[in-house]
Each structure stands twice: as structure tokens, then as C-alpha cells.
């Protein structure tokens, strides 16, 4: 791998991680914590290219990193998907998105 | 050898089985009869017909003196392998053992306590709860009749603790009464003190006599006094000698408690608290009878060694002072006849402990019969005056005359005046114990006490007489007048005294002489019937002497209405004191229940409350409170779980990376 360093990489993924984290802890919106989830998820998944990246040409390595990037993509995508499903359920149910209000899981 | 009568021995077992079907009728239809007498007609019944069955079987065994042992119920075997250690293949057998000892006793319960429940009938008739008590007296007496027949040890301690349990009933009758509760209570611990080392004596003769020899088959015969036709002592082989005669010493205390020998005697007087009928049984027939007769049994089967017999001597000597002094001061008509007892008895056992056995039996025999006359006459004027006061009561014999001559009659023949049965009784004892002490000199103390208490027994015993009976009037007039008792009541008192006067001669008819030398293939027991050799006859006429001293002093002091007070500022007033205080020994023995054993309770009591209690209900607390505190993590809100997944993350990551390299022995460093 050409051009920028490994360590530029992780250091994205690593403040990536940190936003998404700090979004978890701090948005009460679940659209917003869905993002940050989102945001989070992403740093892992960069982490995979870039190591799949770096270890591209390397004999005896392929590009494992970058197909479970692909999986782990999808993966996200569903989890969005239930993610906004709940939301709406939630909307329908208590008229508000506000998980600080959602403390119990039966109604 | 076989009599006309042999044939009723293997019915024996039915002697104690009628009373305690009385007990059964009793017991579960008494409340249910229209009248509630006729429960003690049953009772009567019962005893009656053990009576008859009883009486039968010992002039049985008068005809064909012997061992008869009917050893066909096996309750339990113990599972074995073939060692023949106790509990090795130990069988519990049931059985009868028809000798000597047991004929004897069989005639005393039986009698006695037939005369017993027949004076009952009226003599409680205005009590409540008449149906318990007829059931109880039926089992007390089939209890006692159990224990007579006994044939093995063991089957002994289970009739016993029988007739410890029905005596705690029995003196607990009114139980409304918290001093009767109470002296229930403490007859039944100060016996259960003596069952204890009772059941320890008979665990080392089972340990110990088990192991060898002859007992391979014998573990499993469940340990019979009379094994094959040969006594317990000669199919022993050689015990541990101190082992034996600690056997003998506790067996002594088993006997100490329920005979109420000192130090265990403070029950027998508090007994008192129960109807008069119950003192009378257990005085003479049930209850105090079973200590000395275990004695009898112990001695003439197992036998004492030298240490046991001294420290039997001692201790029935003793006693025997001890409570008469006692009974000198008091001023209950049945308290002063129940110290009588525990002295009396003390002369049985001091008999037995001098090596002459039967002569204790004899005494037995013979103080049943008068003692239960002086019960059943004090019940008599209890009855009629309802007091139990003798200060309030005197002139009675004018009212009472088959009652104040019964009284009489018991009171001259405890004061062993000739002929009557307790001169010839109690001579013996003191001649026997006077022949054992030329050879052990250590008894003497022990006879010169014995002896002196012949002029207390007459004294105690005629001031009770002159107290209640002379005089012209009672002392206290708002006495009731008093009538004489009905015929169940003066029936049983003039049979008793017919006893009284000849029970002690009966002795002298061969037959019946026959049954008091211990039966066939045992160790001679000498000393019944009495001989009278010079030296005798010198003891007799001095006891007599000392009898007949009681008896005028006590005339003197107190006769034809008289009270003899001692002055305020006699030297005597300390030991009048000393003595209706009962040397104290109630009042140590209260200040050591409450001093310490209820400090000592209390400690406990604090253990249990602060550092058990303490320990696990600080630990439910301690969870408690956590969970408590924990619970508030579980709020609910998705934002706190995730908080507490980063939180959880950076303190592994920080244990991984920073304090794992830091400690060498989990592999960093």
C-alpha cells in the first residue's frame, strides 16, 4: 500500500469510533442513535479494509478484509432496517422517538 | 421343678396388661361414661384382676421357688456380623422373669395398689378431670408391674421411664396449681438426672460383658438377667474392674433419683403437691420401690464391687438420717410421712449396699404395706378436715376412729414396735448392716446413723399421731366437722393394717420365708427370716428402746392437745431452722438455677441472638441492602445500558493493558 500511512487510517477509524460513541451516549433521538451506531459500526468496517488493504500483495493473504467489509456492510444495512422498524413501532405506540422514555419492553 | 401353679408363670405378661387396658377404656371412653366413677371401676377392675393373677403367681413360685423365664416376643434385632459386640446382632426381647424377687414385688404392687384404686373411687370423687386420672393410675401401675417382671435390662429402663413419666403426670394432677406444675416438673428432672446415669450404667454391662465368652449368643438373647438358667454375674467373663464399678455407681444414681436417696431426694416431699392416693402409690408400691428394687436386681444378677457397695452404704445411711431430721419439724401431714419414705428407703438401700439384699426387699415388703396405710389414713383426715396443716387439726380420733386407729396402727409399726411388721423389718436391716461392719469397719458411721434414726422415726411419726388425733378439739375451730370416710375409703385401711401387723411375721411361714433367699442357682442371700442370736436380740431390745423413747417424747411434747414451742432464744432455734429449711439445699439448689444456670442461659441466649442470629441476619441484610442499592442500575433507559457496556469496555481494556503487564503472575512483567 502506497501513499498515506497505516496509522492515519486507524487514527479515522479510532476518532470514527469515538463520535459514534459519544452519539450513543449522548442522543436521546433514536434516528440520531441509529446514526451514531452507524458511524461506530463504520469505523470497524474501515478498519477491515484498511488492514485488508495493507496486507494486499502479501503472499499467502487475499482480500478477506475487504469481502468481510462487504458482509459487514449488509449487516449494517439490516440492522438499520430493523432499527427504523422499531422506531416506527415505538412512534405509533407512545407518539415519541425519545428512547430516555422507552424504560420498559412491555407495554 | 413344677408346681400346681407353674402353668399361670407363662401368663404372667397378663399382669400388667390388665391395668394398662384399664388405661386404654379409660383413657379413650372415661369422658364418654354417663357417670364418670365407673372409669374407676375399671381401674378397680384392672388392678384387681392383676391382683388375683399376681398374688397367684407369686404363691407359684412360694410352691416351687425357681427361675421361669416366658422369653417369646422379639421386638427388634439389630442387623450382625457375627462378632457378638454390643450392638452386634443385639436383639430387644420382651419377656417375663418369674423369681423370687420379682414374686415379691408382685404381691406388694398389686396389692397395694389394688387398695389404692379402690379407695380412690371416693376419695377423689369431687375432682375433676376423674377420667384422666383413673387411666394414668391404671398405666402408672401397669408400668411398675412391667418393670417387675422385666427380664432383661433394658426392658427394665423402658417400664422405667414409664413410670416416671406417669408419676410427673400424676403429681402434676392439678396442674391449675402452679406449685403442683412445679413439682411435677421437678420430680421428673431430678429422676431424669438419675435415667441418665441409669442408661449409662446398663451401656457399659452391655459394652463391656458383650464381647466375649458366652455373650456371642447372648448379644443377640437381648442380654437376659438369667440366661440358660444361670444369672447375668456368672456368665461374664472378667470385666474391666473400674469400668465395672462405675456401672455400679451410676446404676447407683439411677437408683438415687427415683428412690429420692440424697442428693437427689428434694422431689419426693415437693411430690406431695398430688392427690394423696398418687403419694400413697408411689410411696409404697410404684415409684420410689423401682429405684431399690433395681438395686436388688443389679445385685443379685450382675452384683457391686467393694467401692459400689461402700458408696451404697453410704449414701442409703446417710439418707436415712437426713430425711428424718428432716420430717422432725415439719408441719404438713403428708410432707412428714414423705421424708418418712425417703428415710425408710434409705434403710433398704443401705441393706443392699451391706451385702444383704433380700433384707432390703423385706423392709420394702414390709413398708409398703405400712406406709400405704399412713397415706391412705392421712388422706382419710386430708379429706374430712381438708387441711393438710397439723397445727390446725387434733381431737380427730373422736370423728375418725377407724382412721386415727390405722394411723396408729402404721405409726407404731414404722416406729418398729414389736410385733408389728416394721420391727421385724427394720431389725434385720440394722442387725445385717451391724454383721456386715464387723467385717467393714467403714460402715459403722453409717449404722450408728441408721440406728439413731429409729428415736427420730417414732418421734416424727407420734407427733404427727398426738398432733392430729389426741387432744379434745382441733386447734383451729373454723375447721369443718369431720365424718368418717366411706367404706372404699376405711376398707382398704383396715386390709393395710392388717398388713401392717403381719406382714413382718409373715416372714416366718417357711413358704413365704423361701421366696426372700434369692431362688435357686444364685449367690445365698442370708438374713431373712431374721435369726435371733444374742447379739440380735441385744439390738432389737435397744432399737425398741429407742423406739419407744420417740414415742414418749413425742407424747411429752406434744400429746393431749399440747404444743411444744421452742423458746425464741433456744440454741435449739438454729437447727429448727436449719431444718425446716431443709438444710438449705432448696435454696442452693434455686440460687444455682438462678444464678447459674441462667446466667450461663443468658450467655447462651446472647450467642444465639447476637452472633448466630446475628451472622445470618447480617448476611440477609447485607444482600438486602445491595440489591436495594443495585436494583436502581436496572433503569431501563437503553442510553445508561450502553453507558455501563463503554464503562465495562475501558475497565477490561485498562485490565488488560495496564494491570496485566504490571503483575508478573498473570504473565506480564
Known amino acids: 500500500m502506497t501513499g498515506l500511512p497505516l496509522a492515519g487510517f486507524l487514527a479515522l477509524s479510532a476518532v470514527l469510533l469515538g463520535i459514534g460513541i459519544f452519539g450513543i451516549l449522548t442522543r436521546r433521538n433514536f434516528i440520531l442513535l441509529l446514526i451514531a451506531i452507524e458511524v461506530a459500526m463504520n469505523s470497524a468496517i474501515l478498519n477491515f479494509v484498511v488492514f485488508g488493504a495493507y496486507w494486499g500483495g502479501v503472499p499467502g493473504y487475499g482480500i478477506e478484509g475487504q469481502s468481510v467489509a462487504v458482509v459487514l456492510i449488509g449487516l449494517a444495512a439490516t440492522e438499520v432496517a430493523v432499527g427504523l422498524a422499531i422506531v416506527l413501532a415505538l412512534n405509533r405506540l407512545r407518539g415519541s422517538i425519545n428512547v430516555a422514555e422507552a424504560t420498559v419492553l412491555k407495554l | 421343678m413344677s408346681g400346681p401353679l407353674n402353668a399361670l408363670f407363662p401368663w404372667a405378661f397378663l399382669v400388667p396388661l390388665a391395668p394398662a387396658i384399664a388405661f386404654v377404656i379409660v383413657g379413650l371412653f372415661g369422658r364418654r361414661m354417663r357417670r364418670l366413677e365407673w372409669g374407676g371401676w375399671v381401674a378397680v377392675g384392672g388392678a384387681f384382676v392383676a391382683m388375683v393373677l399376681g398374688v397367684l403367681i407369686a ?144 451401656y457399659i454391662y452391655f459394652q463391656q460383658f458383650a464381647t466375649a465368652g458366652p455373650g456371642l449368643g447372648w448379644a443377640a438373647a437381648g442380654f437376659p438377667f438369667v440366661f440358660h438358667g444361670a444369672p447375668f454375674l456368672t456368665l461374664l467373663h472378667p470385666p474391666n474392674p473400674t469400668l465395672f464399678t462405675l456401672a455400679g455407681l451410676l446404676i447407683l444414681g439411677g437408683a438415687a433419683g427415683k428412690s429420692a436417696q440424697f442428693p437427689l431426694d428434694v422431689w419426693l416431699p415437693d411430690a406431695m403437691e398430688g392427690p394423696t392416693t398418687v403419694s400413697a402409690l408411689i410411696h409404697a408400691a410404684t415409684m420410689v420401690a423401682a429405684g431399690v428394687y433395681l438395686l436388688a436386681v443389679t445385685s443379685v444378677f ?21 430425711a428424718a431430721s428432716m420430717a422432725m419439724v415439719n408441719r404438713d401431714i403428708k410432707r412428714v410421712i414423705a421424708y418418712s419414705t425417703v428415710s425408710q428407703l434409705g434403710y433398704m438401700v443401705l441393706a443392699i449396699g451391706a451385702g444383704f439384699t433380700m433384707v432390703g426387699l423385706y423392709h420394702l415388703f414390709t413398708h409398703a404395706f405400712f406406709k400405704a396405710l399412713l397415706f391412705l389414713a392421712a388422706g382419710a383426715v386430708i379429706h374430712a378436715v381438708d387441711t393438710q396443716d397439723l397445727f390446725k387439726m387434733g381431737g380427730l380420733r373422736k370423728t375418725l376412729r377407724i382412721t386415727s386407729i390405722g394411723f396408729l396402727i402404721g405409726g407404731l409399726s414404722l416406729a418398729g414396735i414389736p410385733p408389728l411388721a416394721g420391727f421385724f423389718s427394720k431389725d434385720d436391716v440394722l442387725s445385717s448392716v451391724y454383721t456386715a461392719a464387723q467385717t467393714h469397719p467403714m460402715y459403722w458411721p453409717f449404722f450408728v446413723l441408721a440406728f439413731a434414726t429409729v428415736f427420730m422415726t417414732a418421734y416424727y411419726i407420734f407427733r404427727v399421731w398426738f398432733l392430729t388425733f389426741s387432744g379434745d378439739r382441733p386447734r383451729d375451730p373454723t375447721l369443718p366437722p369431720a365424718h368418717e370416710a366411706p367404706w372404699t375409703m376405711t376398707v382398704p385401711i383396715l386390709i393395710l393394717s392388717g398388713l401392717a401387723i403381719l406382714a413382718g411375721a409373715l416372714v416366718f411361714v417357711p413358704q413365704i420365708g423361701g421366696l426372700f433367699t434369692a431362688g435357686v442357682g444364685f449367690p445365698a442371700t442370708p438374713g431373712v427370716p431374721p435369726t435371733y442370736t444374742t447379739t440380735d436380740i441385744l439390738l432389737s431390745v435397744v432399737s425398741v428402746g429407742l423406739g419407744a423413747g420417740g414415742i414418749l417424747t413425742a407424747y411429752v411434747l406434744w400429746g393431749n392437745g399440747r404444743v411444744f414451742s421452742l423458746a425464741e432464744d433456744s440454741a435449739a432455734q438454729p437447727i429448727r431452722r436449719l431444718l425446716l429449711e431443709r438444710y438449705y439445699v432448696k435454696t442452693a439448689v434455686d440460687w444455682f438455677g438462678l444464678r447459674v444456670v441462667y446466667a450461663v442461659s443468658r450467655f447462651l441466649d446472647f450467642v444465639d441472638e447476637y452472633i448466630i442470629d446475628g451472622t445470618v441476619h447480617g448476611f440477609e441484610r447485607l444482600f438486602s441492602e445491595l440489591s436495594i442499592r443495585l436494583r436502581r442500575l436496572q433503569s431501563g433507559v437503553v442510553l445508561d445500558y450502553a453507558a455501563y457496556v463503554v464503562v465495562g469496555l475501558a475497565v477490561f481494556l485498562v485490565f488488560l493493558y495496564v494491570i496485566v503487564p504490571a503483575i508478573p503472575a498473570l504473565g506480564g512483567g
Open chain 2, 59 to 202: 404363691v407359684g413360685e412360694m410352691l416351687s421357688p425357681g427361675t421361669y423365664t416366658d422369653r417369646s416376643f422379639n421386638w427388634f434385632t439389630l442387623p450382625g456380623n457375627g462378632t457378638g459386640t454390643f450392638p452386634n446382632g443385639f436383639s430387644l426381647v420382651m419377656g417375663t422373669l418369674v423369681d423370687p424377687l420379682s414374686a415379691i414385688m408382685l404381691i406388694v404392687v398389686t396389692v397395694v395398689g389394688f387398695l389404692v384404686m379402690l379407695y380412690s373411687v371416693d376419695y377423689m370423687h369431687r375432682d375433676t378431670g376423674l377420667p384422666r386420672y383413673y387411666a394414668e393410675l391404671s398405666l402408672f401401675l401397669a408400668s411398675m408391674l412391667g418393670l417387675v417382671l422385666a427380664d432383661n435390662l433394658l426392658q427394665f429402663f423402658l417400664f422405667w421411664e414409664l413410670v416416671g413419666v406417669c408419676s410427673y403426670f400424676l403429681i402434676g394432677f392439678y396442674y391449675q396449681r402452679p406449685a403442683a406444675a412445679s413439682a411435677a416438673k421437678e420430680a421428673f428432672l431430678v429422676t431424669r438426672v438419675g435415667d441418665v446415669l441409669f442408661l449409662g450404667g446398663i
Open chain 2, 302 to 322: 450382675i452384683g457391686f464391687s467393694a467401692t459400689d457397695s461402700f458408696a451404697i452404704v453410704a449414701i442409703g445411711g446417710f439418707t436415712t438420717f437426713w
